[in-house]
């Protein structure tokens, strides 16, 4: 297996751009998990999917985040419009069952630079 | 919010000891993992253990719960220069969700 895929794995960009970041789960996992790593606050969870239904939302910062799940297969995390305070590495994680009874599986992860 | 904190933050060892880090956490969980990151990468599942279980093993990985003081370890036997990376632990909380930590940085030098 190839494992959880997200693409691009380095994003430049300047404020007040649109920014996607896209994610590839692992065949067969039920769950995704979109994160967001800095040196200040860890990594967050921002949003998860179940069967492509977003469960929790609730660790998104703001309007300016949006994250789809089209099919089982592809999810997209978007911010527009980009800001600086945005520059981060995000991860894409998926696993078979639960996050909190399974083990999670993670992507290169996506860093992101906002000028 | 239920999140697991690291101790220590960062650890500086030479090849052939042993590395402990601690976890402690705040409220009740179901279960609690571990996860390394080497720099640049993604995290990697290391192992879980669940709240019934008291210690849980896994090649150079030894890993206590203890709920009463709900604390976690997590300690890497005979380390190596490939042990260098951060770990963290993360706790559930209702739903699905895992809550990570903020890690500890351990750097093997050889």
């Known amino acids: 297996d190839a494992g959880v895929i997200q693409s691009p794995r380095h994003e430049v960009t300047e404020m007040g751009q649109e920014v996607t970041l896209r994610c590839k789960p692992i065949s067969g996992h039920d769950y995704l998990f979109w994160y967001r790593q800095t040196m200040m606050r860890g990594l967050e969870l921002l949003i998860y999917f179940n069967n492509n239904v977003p469960i929790d939302d609730s660790g998104m910062p703001e309007d300016r985040f949006s994250a789809k799940m089209p099919n089982a297969s592809f999810s997209t995390l978007k911010i527009q419009p980009s800001e600086p305070r945005d520059s981060a590495v995000y991860f894409c994680?998926?696993?078979?069952?639960?996050?909190?009874?399974?083990?999670?599986?993670f992507g290169p992860g996506t860093r992101l630079t906002v000028l | 919010s239920q999140q697991g904190e690291e101790d220590p933050q960062a650890l500086s060892i030479q090849e052939g000891e042993n590395a402990t880090m601690n976890c402690s956490y705040k409220?009740?969980?179901?279960?609690l993992q571990w996860y390394r990151q080497n720099s640049g990468r993604g995290l990697v599942h290391l192992i879980l253990?669940?709240?019934?279980?008291r210690e849980k093993h896994s090649g150079r990985l030894r890993v206590t719960l203890d709920t009463s003081k709900k604390s976690s370890s997590l300690l890497i036997t005979a380390s190596r220069a490939a042990d260098t990376a951060s770990y963290f632990c993360a706790t559930d909380q209702a739903g699905t969700a895992l809550i990570f930590g903020k890690g500890t940085t351990l750097s093997v030098s050889s």
């Open positions: 409220t009740s969980i179901n279960n």
């Open positions: 253990i669940r709240s019934n279980e």
């Open positions: 994680a998926s696993s078979l069952a639960g996050g909190n009874t399974d083990t999670q599986y």
